[in-house]
């Protein structure tokens, strides 16, 4: 008898352990965790400037690989296409090969393991490493959207905050792994992120939505921990930048990190108990009488009452916003080309700053220490503005009907201020200067993707909303390498010219002072500027739509379904 409760017990026990792990809220969580590791391109300045002393690379090279890595990090056209015509796992099993093999082999050139390859080829291999983050962005974030579409600004705000967490995140393993040797950062990187999507390939996939009932109280409360790991990660910044870690003190530091990633599974399995005991009950309840009637009416779901135009037809012809539009319908149009306008120079403003962070810290005389401290706040500002982005603009469109791009015109505009205390060189305002730049480069991301979803549907948004993320690095390509790179190198060489000194092949090129990028910051706040206005003629134009129920077809939806 007792061998039959046991065994009745661990029946129980696997039933309960394939429920969550099968569940919604453990792809969420598996989400969260793939998200967490996917941000190696934005903590380039910790590693960049080993890239350039050891490869004898100029500032116009360096960003010139900068821009390679943004171009990979956002063109995602092609995870998006792959992720139209096979399940997710399969783009996050390409991404995790792309990331290993790119950062692997800047790896191996930095610690001169190979010869020293060709500009074109580190371009390549960086760009190979970046690109890995579109597909864990589109296998991870494009599910978890179309699984949530009615919490789609919490949704991308929360994911994206885990990606602008990851900086940070990788920073605090790296030293408790590696020390302070920066350049086995650039091998952490390459291994890390890869192990942590090949434990959850299978995990994230397509499922039936339950209903928005209690989903934003659990995405509450997965932010409540998500604010808790971004404090920690702010009072360790603070504390190794005044204090000198030990090896121990680096691994305690790690370890509640860890501790604190895998804090939401508590939420999620709480949750999936509850989920599993009232099913349980369910169960054991008689069945509903069913009457049959000769001619029952035909019941479709809304999204099947509508004949599907395949993706090539009716280019100019586009429905109304709100629909589904098809991937030619949607590039060409006007709402699409003035978005992509305002990110281009919106953001690429705001990136070209955060891929010059490094080496403005070292022109403006800050130490090495404050540095890496200004990339780490980054990382942390960058969540926080992806998170009350996406929490704060899914609010207030919901109460309010406060537009989404309304939103991104005041984010614009206020990172103008913090390109005008880098034009300026204000004593220490470099601090305050990386906290703007990182919440308003991340503030715009899930404001961005959202207004996406929102005007031209969810069909196609896989591919649809890597079209927004490919404005950024053609901006940044104009403001980063054609204008603050020249205008770098050749104040750097004006230097060299008053010290009688001329520069040896091989040598890389350092300027120092307020002028390396006092033009370069005062151009690209004028182009911020002109991001804002092209955003505000967005505001207008949709200012119509967004005073209507614009989530009202998928509550529709949801109650044919049920």
């Given at each position: 008898m007792a061998a039959a409760e046991l065994s009745q017990t661990g029946g129980a026990t696997l039933n309960l352990l394939r429920h969550v792990i099968t569940s919604r809220w453990f792809m969420v969580f598996a989400c969260l965790l793939i998200m967490s590791m996917s941000g190696a391109t934005y903590i380039f300045g910790i590693y960049s400037n080993d890239i350039k002393t050891s490869l004898g690379y100029d500032q116009t090279t360096l960003n010139l690989l900068s821009f390679f890595k943004d171009l990979g990090g956002n063109i995602g056209?092609?995870?998006?296409?792959?992720?139209?015509?096979?399940?997710?796992?399969?783009?996050?099993?390409?991404?995790?090969?792309?990331?290993?093999?790119?950062?692997?082999?800047?790896?191996?050139?930095?610690?001169?393991?190979?010869?020293?390859?060709?500009?074109?080829?580190?371009?390549?291999?960086?760009?190979?490493?970046?690109?890995?983050?579109?597909?864990?962005?589109?296998?991870?974030?494009?599910?978890?959207?179309?699984?949530?579409?009615?919490?789609?600004?919490?949704?991308?705000?929360?994911?994206?905050?885990?990606?602008?967490?990851?900086?940070?995140?990788?920073?605090?393993?790296?030293?408790?792994?590696?020390?302070?040797?920066?350049?086995?950062?650039?091998?952490?990187?390459?291994?890390?992120?890869?192990?942590v999507n090949c434990v959850f390939l299978r995990v994230v996939r397509y499922m039936k939505t339950d209903g928005p009932d209690n989903e934003i109280k659990i995405f509450y409360q997965l932010l409540y921990v998500s604010l808790g790991l971004a404090g920690f990660l702010m009072i360790?910044?603070?504390?190794?930048?005044?204090?000198?870690?030990?090896?121990?003190?680096?691994?305690?530091s790690a370890s509640v990190v860890l501790i604190l990633l895998l804090a939401p599974l508590l939420i999620?399995?709480?949750?999936?108990?509850?989920?599993?005991?009232?099913?349980?009950?369910?169960?054991?309840?008689?069945?509903?009488?069913?009457?049959?009637?000769?001619?029952?009416?035909?019941?479709?779901?809304?999204?099947?009452?509508?004949?599907?135009?395949?993706?090539?037809?009716?280019?100019?012809?586009?429905?109304?916003?709100?629909?589904?539009?098809?991937?030619?319908?949607?590039?060409?149009?006007?709402?699409?080309?003035?978005?992509?306008?305002?990110?281009?120079?919106?953001?690429?403003?705001?990136?070209?700053?955060?891929?010059?962070l490094g080496q403005i810290g070292k022109a403006l005389g800050y130490p090495t220490k404050s540095v890496t401290t200004f990339v780490s706040l980054v990382s942390i500002w960058n969540y926080l503005g992806r998170?009350?982005?996406?929490?704060?603009?899914?609010?207030?469109?919901?109460?309010?009907?406060?537009?989404?791009?309304?939103?991104?015109?005041?984010?614009?505009?206020?990172?103008?201020?913090?390109?005008?205390?880098?034009?300026?060189?204000?004593?220490?305002?470099?601090?305050?200067?990386?906290?703007?730049?990182?919440?308003?480069?991340?503030?715009?991301?899930?404001?961005i993707f959202a207004i996406i979803s929102e005007l031209f549907g969810l069909r196609y948004y896989s591919t649809l909303y890597t079209l927004g993320g490919g404005a950024s690095p053609l901006g940044a390509y104009i403001l980063n390498v054609r204008i603050t790179g020249y205008l770098y190198d050749r104040e750097a060489m004006k230097q060299l010219a008053v010290k009688g000194l001329e520069r040896r092949e091989g040598e890389d090129l350092s300027c120092?002072?307020?002028?390396?990028?006092?033009?370069a910051f005062l151009i690209i706040t004028a182009t911020t500027m002109i991001g804002c206005i092209v955003s505000f003629v967005l505001v207008m134009r949709t200012r119509k739509f967004y005073r209507g129920d614009i989530y009202k077809k998928f509550r529709e939806q949801e109650l044919v379904e049920t």
């Open positions: 056209i092609m995870s998006g296409v792959i992720n139209e015509v096979t399940p997710p796992w399969v783009v996050l099993a390409i991404g995790v090969a792309m990331n290993f093999s790119g950062y692997f082999m800047i790896w191996l050139a930095v610690t001169s393991r190979i010869p020293k390859p060709h500009v074109w080829q580190m371009c390549l291999y960086i760009c190979i490493g970046a690109n890995s983050q579109t597909f864990s962005n589109t296998g991870a974030l494009v599910t978890c959207v179309k699984n949530f579409p009615q919490s789609r600004g919490i949704v991308i705000g929360l994911l994206k905050g885990f990606t602008g967490l990851s900086g940070a995140i990788i920073t605090q393993l790296f030293h408790a792994f590696y020390g302070h040797n920066s350049k086995a950062l650039i091998l952490l990187i390459a291994w890390l992120p890869a192990a360790m910044i603070i504390m190794q930048n005044w204090l000198v870690f030990s090896t121990a003190a680096f691994a305690g999620v399995f709480r949750e999936e108990f509850n989920n599993w005991k009232i099913n349980k009950v369910e169960e054991k309840k008689p069945g509903p009488m069913i009457v049959v009637t000769e001619n029952p009416p035909p019941v479709q779901p809304v999204a099947a009452q509508k004949k599907q135009v395949p993706w090539w037809r009716d280019v100019f012809k586009a429905p109304e916003r709100g629909e589904d539009y098809n991937i030619l319908q949607a590039l060409f149009s006007i709402d699409m080309i003035i978005l992509f306008t305002a990110i281009t120079f919106g953001v690429g403003g705001t990136l070209t700053a955060i891929d010059n998170v009350t982005s996406g929490f704060a603009s899914e609010i207030f469109l919901t109460k309010y009907k406060f537009p989404r791009p309304l939103m991104l015109t005041i984010v614009l505009l206020v990172s103008c201020s913090g390109h005008l205390l880098i034009a300026f060189g204000v004593p220490h305002s470099l601090y305050i200067a990386s906290i703007i730049m990182g919440f308003c480069f991340g503030a715009q991301w899930p404001l120092s002072g307020v002028e390396c990028y006092k033009l």
